[in-house]
């Protein structure tokens, strides 16, 4: 019996391969993003830590250099936190275009199984119209040879 060989398997695990790849790269970038995230989260914390000591120490005993330390802690963080949402913006944009590669990965190993199930449904049609015929061929031989034999 006649085996199946897909001509294009090399292609098709190269595509199984990228998809894979392109899964660990969403992966990493999503961590990124998430460690991003944190940092933000972890700044603005931060800053309600200072504006809460800031708060404690103006309706407290005024002590002008604390207060003025406080306010520029509380501006600093404000300055951190814009950079910080810039670089959790930009770390989201990566992980978009990382999730574009891996449906273009998806995609694309998609086509070539299509490609591959229409090339085995075709392999088995072939091989079904090859039986068909030995069979055919096998009748008609064994009804040649019975009308022979009757004469």
């Known amino acids: 019996?006649?085996?199946f060989i897909f001509k294009m398997e090399n292609i098709l695990s190269i595509k199984y391969k990228l998809e894979e790849q392109a899964?660990?790269?969403y992966g990493i970038e999503i961590a990124k993003l998430r460690e991003e995230e944190y940092k933000l989260s972890a700044l603005k914390q931060k800053k309600e830590e200072y504006q809460q000591?800031?708060?404690e120490e103006v309706s407290g005993k005024l002590v002008i250099n604390k207060i003025k330390l406080l306010e520029n802690s509380v501006e600093n963080i404000k300055y951190n936190i814009k950079i910080q949402m810039?670089?959790?913006k930009r770390q989201e944009e990566q992980v978009e275009i990382a999730q574009q590669k891996l449906d273009n990965a998806v995609k694309?190993?998609?086509i070539y199984e299509k490609l591959k199930e229409k090339a085995f449904e075709n392999?088995?049609?072939?091989?079904n119209a090859e039986e068909q015929k030995e069979v055919d061929e096998l009748v008609s031989f064994r009804f040649g040879s019975a009308g022979e034999s009757e004469e």
């Open 123 to 127: 392999f088995k049609a072939e091989l």
């Open 108 to 110: 694309e190993r998609k």
């Open 23 to 25: 899964k660990a790269e």
């Open 1 to 3: 019996m006649a085996k």
């Open 86 to 88: 810039v670089i959790v």
């Open 53 to 55: 000591k800031l708060l």
